[in-house]
């Protein structure tokens, strides 16, 4: 992403209400993923070693097939 991060929405027509122009502002927000990313940028984290990486995507991955097999049981 740009470190312009600057949002630009502009009334389609004088009649257009504010509620509306608001909503479009709040959808082009959410959809640019800047929330996310501030709230990450909030806090340093330290960066992780690769094994550490590697064992965290091992167990996500594993934990992704059960929830997939689970989902194909029936179950819960």
């Known amino acids: ?6 949002i630009k929405v502009t009334r389609k027509d004088q009649n257009e209400a504010n509620e509306n122009l ?8 959410l959809q640019s993923g800047i929330i996310p990313l501030k709230k990450s940028q ?4 330290k960066p992780i070693s690769k ?3 590697r064992n965290k995507a091992i167990i996500r991955e594993a934990r992704r097939a059960e929830k997939a097999e689970r989902m194909r049981l029936g179950l819960k």
């Open 42 to 45: 909030m806090r340093f984290s």
């Open 1 to 6: 992403m740009s470190n312009n991060m600057a």
């Open 22 to 29: 608001i909503r479009r502002f709040n959808r082009k927000v």
């Open 51 to 53: 094994r550490e990486r």
